[in-house]
């Protein structure tokens, strides 16, 4: 187990640094512009632009380059080419709002998911169920900025409705309430992607379970139905579930939340990733993207361990 | 209608069904069979009618724009004025009073449906353009990118998993390590990066010269990013085939790699690619969209269903169509593609677990 966890370890600080380099290499190797030209400004004389180069490190070779973003990034001195501002710090400042949005969000679609899965399995074939597969269906048929967008357009811009607020984030330390009214919409408009696809998911594994032998040996043991369903046939079908639920969660904190965020201007550190992108902003773009991966990779570690915990039969020998 | 051949593969199987009641046995293959699972779908068909309607209906625009429409889908028509009921309209109100109403000035006309002769039916934007052209228009494009690079994606997926598959060892090994590679990517955050580095000043290396705000680097940079989605399934069917006797037996034959990677291994895997590849032009026309929303994907003035959105979603509350109608487009293009895609799996595998994770 000690080899296993460390051989998964070392792979995931490789992967990281890969990462790192590979991003890098995008935005040295397709430049869209030089930066010291956008820093220095319109007006700039040639010599400024070589002043600006020279004290950004921009005429050395690439990997020494590399070498000194990563290290800045690290002791959190890294600075915006567009902004000037502290990388390290801007993304600690998205922190809160991203992970309020992916972990309320993720608690709905994670719910929601499981029940829309055990009510369709257990009526597969009847009524309710085609219904929960048709909404199923055109819930992951739904661009998510769409969605938001209408939610926004039906909820808070009194068309016909305005109780809910429109965007905006607020700090949970500051209001509690006003946090939980902001992000109501935003967290079902994540959520609702996950749950349609969660559904399926869950349906098609308990449907699979439940034909199982030792389920139709302890149904001919006399257990009542609910206790096979819960003890029995769920405990099985939730496994996969638990690993999709890791690696989505990453996702979801990783950038996935991007869409969401811009649509509801929650200032987390998905938007900062798209306005940076947008300026073709290198250091915030490194430092979103090492984060991210951080949490991906972290994630599918934690993942693999909590599979081997679960299900005996592929633990690691 | 009914045919004599028993034979060949027909769409109108009555007459083979016929055949079959009155005895003669013949093997199917399992594509017939599996027709024969699908076409007992009903659902599955009519979204699959649906999606080819589309694609028919978008395929239309330059016919629509010519002759019902009379305008092309980046022709502006601020100031001007078009009739509706035999009265003159603004497309896009210049503001003040109009017919004794005051009415804010920058307003686009909103849908008129047939009032208009065909123009206007879904509006115009605040550049006078017509939404419904731009829509037809955008439809191309976010099909040609959603199709095209499933296409990409899905033949890139096949010959690397068939590679790593095949040879196994390093080559394997480097095959899988790309995989994990883009995997551990932020999908979106990479696809956005990679999208707004190209559409700065294009790509011009390795001999491609691609130009800014050309259709393929959208195209290029969603494929990509997706190659592993694909990749790995693909790779883990190709290693359990690969172990059995009738590779060996092709293999024994002095069948060289390349015959037993496509004409052994290809055809075992060619149900989960078909399925694989409608999936993912489902999702790649929602990648898209989500490109362009962030100004990542297809660039301005061209249209796609994803900018439509974007630029609709600031006037929300005045012409709420702008932003409205393309994500409806969207909708029921990847409904149909999902749901399609989901009978096409029951039918070629019931059991198959080839899933596409957005």
Known sequence: MIAFLARRLIGAVLVLIAVSFITYLIFVQIPGGDPAQRIAGRTATDANIADIRAKLHLNDPFYVQYWGMMQSLFNGSLKSYASQLDVVNEIKKGIPATLSLCIGAGIIWLGFGILVGIISAVTAGRMSDRLITVFALIGISMPVFWLGLIARYLFAQGHPFQFLPDGEYVPLTSNPWQWFVHLLMPWWVLAVLFIGFYGRVLRSNILDTINEDYVRTAKAKGLPANRVLVKHVLRNSLIPIVTLFGLDFAAVVGGSAILTETVFNLHGVGQYAAESTQNLDLPPIMGVTIYATFFIVFFSVVVDFLYAWLDPRIRPT | ?358
Not at chain 2, 198 to 210: E, Y
Not at chain 2, 272 to 294: D, H, P, Q, Y
Request: with cysteine.
């Open chain 2, 1 to 358: 209608m009914a045919t004599e051949s028993t034979t060949d593969f027909t769409l109108d199987t009555a007459a083979e069904l016929a055949a079959g009641e009155h005895g003669v046995i013949e093997g199917k293959s399992p594509w017939l069979l599996a027709w024969r699972r699908l076409r007992r779908n009903y659902i599955a068909l009519a979204f699959l009618l649906l999606f080819v309607v589309i694609v028919v209906i978008c395929a239309l625009a330059p016919v629509y724009a010519d002759h019902v429409a009379h305008s092309g889908p980046n022709e502006g028509h601020l100031g001007e004025t078009f009739t509706r009921d035999g009265k003159q309209v603004q497309i896009v109100s210049k503001g003040g009073f109009v017919n004794g109403v005051f009415v804010a000035g920058g307003i686009p006309v909103g849908p008129q449906l047939w009032h208009a002769g065909g123009r206007y039916v879904f509006g115009a934007d605040n550049l006078g353009r017509d939404v419904a052209v731009r829509l037809l228009y955008g439809g191309i494009n976010s099909l040609k990118i959603g199709i095209g690079s499933a296409l990409i994606c899905t033949l890139f997926a096949v010959l690397l998993a068939l590679l790593a598959g095949y040879y196994g060892g390093w080559v394997d090994w480097v095959i899988s390590r790309f995989f994990d590679l883009i995997w551990a990517f932020p999908v979106l955050l990479l696809a956005i990066a990679l999208g707004t580095a190209l559409s700065i000043n294009g790509f011009h290396h390795f001999g491609i010269n691609l130009a800014q705000g050309s259709l393929w680097i959208p195209t290029l940079v969603i494929s990509y990013v997706l190659i592993p989605y694909v990749g790995r399934p693909l790779r883990g069917q190709i290693l359990s085939l690969r172990e059995k006797e009738f590779i060996e037996a092709a293999t024994a034959q002095g069948a060289s790699p390349l015959r037993v990677m496509f004409t052994e291994l290809t055809p075992n895997i060619a149900s989960s690619v078909l399925v694989f590849f409608t999936l993912i032009i489902a999702n790649n026309i929602l990648t898209e969209a989500g490109l362009s929303f962030l100004g990542a994907g297809v660039q301005a003035p061209n249209p796609s269903w994803g900018t439509l959105i974007a630029d609709g979603q600031d006037r929300i509350v005045t012409a709420p169509w702008l932003a409205i109608i393309p994500g409806i487009a969207i909708v029921l293009t990847v409904l149909s593609l999902n749901v399609f895609g989901d009978g096409l799996r029951d039918a070629l595998d019931p059991r198959a677990k080839v899933r596409i994770e957005h």
